[in-house]
């Protein structure tokens, strides 16, 4: 009643929203008005339904491929040059003290008036000859590993963008490296074509400098040999010879000069203070500094211009800066302007290639034809060998090699990480793991060090649209500011420009696997791909064992690769979309992406190659139940191999949904009521079917909520203090939280009926036995990283992948555990074989001492599975005498049935015998005898390797080890691990 009481007694107000209405309506309303006069109005309707089918695909292609926009690609070019220019900055620092040192301790009269100069360094005054050799070597390699690296990949790409062939200034050195310790620049590093002209010209200024630099510190270090190399350790300061002073002075004078060049370097950004972004100690208060960051300079675009106005606090304020913001945000997503610095991807690719010893860039082309995924194009492609694999390579063949598929915001250039530390060209990083060198597992913070010390050559490449690599035709390198250039290249973009999707992806790791195969003779080929490059390993090792898909003759081998690893991927992308946004985003992608294919599971089993999953089962991105475990679990156990929609959400049949809104038991609504559903039995039962999983997932959620609704009445707290009941609850299920270990093996001794999970001593009342048996379900060991407590409050989609994942690869966890028990003290047993004996200890994941954590409230494990089942058929005997237990009971026996029926069917003979094989990377045999899977090498779901280290982490010492123990599979066995 307000709004119109204030209509009625303002008219004028009243006038003025109703005028703004129309205007409003007006203003939405005419271009579309006069667009239909053009194209008729069915032709404005066509018009907007394809505008925002077309945006939708776009949208859906920023999330799914996010490295391949400009809003990466520019956040890692702007970091790195911040990190360049501190690194730089350091650099000139440690050379100016290092020469100042010198002129200090040198000839006081040299009739040089900047031998007047203050010594900023107080210290100076009692600073000796001793002291020169430490800061002179501390400069030194900060002139090798800096400045040295920086003025190669300079002048490099200096002279490829004025057309001119790269000269080696730098001179050799020893062992195929420069004159400063660094791996020469091979193949097209770059032009610095994606940068701004004014960019350009400051990276000539820059390598100019660079090598002037370098030049009067070699001639400094010469001239100051005999000083340098004197061990008396005199203090004179008469001790600097005038010759080495001067050249000092001219080290000195460049020193400073690149160090006041260093701040207009910087890219401009929002957060620029006057003393330079990026913790730059430079300061950097000059004024060509403060033009780049903020000021409008004559070379500085009108968008530029534009962004920095309307990010300024200090400038107009209002709806239309707010507009000009939003524009401009959206202007450099469709239309990426050049970087405003010199340190953009090519100088980052050029200083990972000097890191690493024999690195070098090669160009892979893609199919021709825009049949599965082509178009044509070129993929970017670099390769860094292992210690001596480079010679190896020059004679034609490369015995083992691996190649990596990046994720979705991954780029090759930052496989490596941007700083100038690592690589292997120093002596110390050069060592591999297990020499008697500082080299250890904390060193290798990528996978590319990962597998050099491993003994493998490393590719890394980006997809077509990603970095360099295009598909048709390469785009201009020539960028036209200006209105209508903008337009035409926004068209160019939107109509014709090449877009990666899922087949483009698999496409390029085919190409360049088949290039790797075919043309550079190598012998043994892992592909490892990390989440959605999981989908491109995959889909390259499928087409890769095809049969003639690779000239026998050139390679034996080549058929297959010696391994395929799924390093944290899905099995879907809708799947991943439904679980990380909705469930309506599963329908979405389908409608607007209906070409895409991003069935990994598919190609995972139809890839004919020993293969390896890992799994997080606690992965913050990539759900559990839509991991690709799961989606292999669920296709092989559920639906005989097919694996279309494995891993998206499914809700649960109707009676169930039914009996959990009535608080009936399941499938047991008076509305909607089921059918009876029995427990499967081994081994007559040899699967199970969709309607017992869902039944048991039914079971186990009803269980949890009576138990939640008995503590609440009766105050019994089965939960430790530490961790309690989870705040978040499900419809009245409360869940204790886990504390997950990454001790593999250590098993206890206390086996069935140990104290875990208040298995030697009962509650005192029926309600308290269910509180208690409820706690134990919900903390079970599923072997795969996920208790069912977890699952059950995900849904019964996610109880049901728990469960088809127990029986499907829990059987590799539990044989592993049993090997190392046979191999333990007294045991009798060699890893390896096929009959190994399955105890109930195998089971018990916990480490030695959980009970005192337990007790003392700092902890809570997973219960072992047959304690579980022990503990539910205690608790199936009190529902005898009546109560809520009785109640309870048909679901007590089928989730008792239903845990045994998994515990039987793991420590059967067939399935510990194909379990075994998997861990051996060999598949299961197809004879039919009690086997698990019955199916050939084609169908195998490979060995699983449980992780705990998240979605982006690097691996932990533990989980590379365990890497390391498949990799060395595949050497003994010589990459034909296929039988």
């Known amino acids: 009643m307000m709004p119109n009481a204030a209509a009625l007694t303002q008219p004028k107000f009243a006038v003025a929203g109703v005028v703004a209405g129309w205007l409003a309506l007006l203003v939405l309303w005419l271009p579309f008005k006069l667009l239909s006069m053009v194209v008729t109005e069915i032709g404005v309707y066509a018009l907007v339904v394809g505008g925002g089918y077309k945006l939708g695909r776009s949208l859906v292609r920023l999330i799914a491929f996010p490295g391949s926009t400009h809003r990466v690609y520019g956040e890692i070019e702007a970091e790195f040059a911040r990190y360049s220019v501190r690194m730089l900055d350091a650099s000139c620092s440690n050379v100016i003290e290092a020469a100042e040192a010198a002129i200090y301790l040198g000839d006081e009269d040299t009739g040089d008036e900047s031998s007047q100069r203050p010594v900023r360094n107080a210290g100076m005054f009692r600073m000796g000859m001793g002291d020169l050799g430490p800061l002179w070597r501390r400069a030194g390699s900060y002139r090798d590993r800096v400045l040295g690296m920086y003025s190669d990949v300079m002048s490099n790409l200096v002279e490829a963008s004025e057309g001119r062939p790269p000269a080696d200034d730098l001179g050799a050195g020893s062992g195929g490296l420069n004159k400063y310790g660094n791996n020469p620049l091979k193949g097209d590093v770059g032009d610095l074509s994606t940068v701004t002209p004014q960019s350009r010209e400051d990276a000539k200024a820059l390598s100019e400098l660079l090598h002037r630099a370098l030049v ?52 401009p950004s929002q957060n620029d203070t006057s003393n330079g972004g990026g913790g730059n100690s430079s300061g950097g208060n000059g004024d060509e500094g403060n033009e780049r960051n903020g000021l409008q300079s004559p070379n500085q675009s009108a968008d530029d211009a534009m962004a920095n106005t309307a990010g300024d606090p200090s400038g107009p304020s209002g709806a239309v800066d707010a507009v000009r913001s939003g524009a401009a945000s959206v202007l450099t997503v469709v239309d990426p302007p050049p970087h405003p610095s010199p340190f953009g991807l090519d100088v980052l690719r050029g200083c990972m290639l000097s890191r690493y010893k024999g690195a070098r860039q090669l160009w892979v082309r893609r199919p021709g034809t825009k049949f599965s995924g082509g178009g044509g194009g070129r993929v970017d492609v670099i390769h860094i060998p292992a210690e001596g694999g480079a010679a190896t390579a020059s004679r034609g063949s490369i015995p083992r090699a691996v190649l990596y598929c990046n994720p979705n915001a991954g780029l090759s250039e930052v496989a490596t990480g941007m700083s100038l530390i690592g690589g292997n060209v120093t002596p110390e990083s050069a060592q591999p793991k297990g020499s008697s060198g500082s080299a250890s597992f904390a060193d ?347 699952a059950i409050k995900d849904g019964h989609d996610a109880v049901v992948s728990w469960l088809c994942c127990a029986v499907i690869f829990g059987g590799q966890v539990v044989v592993s555990a049993a090997q190392k028990r046979a191999l333990g003290p007294g045991g009798g047993g060699a890893r390896g074989t096929e009959q190994t004996t399955i105890l109930p200890e195998d089971f018990d994941f916990r480490p030695g001492g959980y009970e005192l954590t337990e007790e003392d409230g700092t902890g809570v494990h997973p219960v072992p599975l047959p304690e579980v089942v022990a503990l539910l058929r205690r608790a199936l005997d009190a529902a005898s005498g009546g109560g809520v237990l009785s109640d309870l009971a048909p679901e007590l026996r089928y989730c008792a049935g239903m845990l045994d029926y998994v515990v039987t069917r793991i420590s059967s003979a067939g399935v510990v015998r194909d379990s075994t094989r998997a861990l051996r990377l060999k598949p299961p045999l197809s004879d039919g005898g009690g086997g698990r899977l019955g199916c050939g090498s084609s169908g195998s779901p490979g060995r699983f390797m449980d992780l705990r280290c998240g979605h982006n982490n690097q691996y932990s010492g533990e989980e590379k080890e365990m890497l390391r123990g498949v990799l060395r599979l595949v050497d003994d066995d010589g990459g034909n691990n296929v039988v």
């Not at 004179?236 to 001067?246: H, L, M």
């Not at 939107?494 to 790797?516: C, E, G, I, M, N």
Request: glycine share 12%; proline share 5%.
């Open 444 to 790: 290798e913070n990528c996978w590319t060090d990962f597998y050099l010390r491993t003994g493998y050559d490393v590719f890394l490449f980006n997809y077509a649209g990603f970095g360099r690599s295009h598909g048709g035709r390469a785009r201009t390198k020539s960028y036209k500011s200006g209105c209508v250039p903008r337009v035409g290249r926004m068209a160019k973009g939107a109509l014709w420009d090449f877009a990666p999707s899922a087949q483009t992806l698999k496409t390029d790791a085919h190409a360049v696997a088949r290039h790797l195969v075919t043309e550079l003779g190598v012998e043994r080929l892992v592909v490892h791909g990390e989440s959605i490059g999981g989908m491109a390993a995959a889909g390259a090792a499928r087409r890769l064992g095809e049969k003639g898909a690779v000239d026998m003759s050139l390679n034996r081998r080549a058929s297959h690769p010696a391994l395929l690893l799924c390093d944290r991927s899905f099995s879907n992308l809708e799947g991943v979309a439904q679980r990380l946004v909705g469930s309506w985003t599963g329908d979405a992608i389908r409608a607007l992406t209906p070409l895409w294919n991003t069935d990994v599971a598919s190609d995972f089993l139809s890839a004919s190659c020993p293969k390896a999953v890992a799994s997080d089962a606690s992965d913050a991105i990539i759900a559990d139940a839509s991991s690709l475990k799961s989606g292999l679990a669920l296709s092989l156990e559920l639906r005989g191999g097919k694996t279309k929609g494995a891993g998206r959400m499914v809700s649960p049949p109707l009676e169930y949904r039914m009996s959990d809104w009535e608080g009936t038991g399941a499938g047991r609504s008076k509305f909607a009521p089921g059918k009876v559903v029995q427990v499967p039995t081994w081994p007559n039962d040899r699967r199970i079917t969709e309607n017992e999983a869902f039944h048991f997932a039914a079971c186990a959620r009803r269980i949890g909520k009576a138990a939640s609704s008995a503590r609440r009445r009766t105050g019994y707290n089965a939960y430790t203090p530490a961790t309690g009941p989870s705040e978040e609850e499900d419809e009245g299920i409360e869940i204790t939280e886990l504390e997950l270990t990454e001790e593999d093996g250590n098993i206890n001794d206390t086996g069935v009926g140990g104290k875990g999970g208040n298995g030697g001593s009962l509650p005192p009342n029926p309600e308290a036995l269910l509180v208690d048996a409820w706690r134990s379900l919900a903390c079970t060991d599923g072997l795969c990283g996920l208790p069912l407590g977890a």
């Open 216 to 267: 009067n510190m070699d001639q400094a270090e010469r001239a100051m040999g005999p000083v340098l190399n004197d061990k008396s350790g005199g203090t004179s300061r008469s001790s600097t010879p005038p010759e080495a002073v001067a050249k000092c002075r001219a080290l000195l004078r460049t020193a400073m000069e690149l160090k006041e060049f260093l701040p207009s370097l910087r890219p």
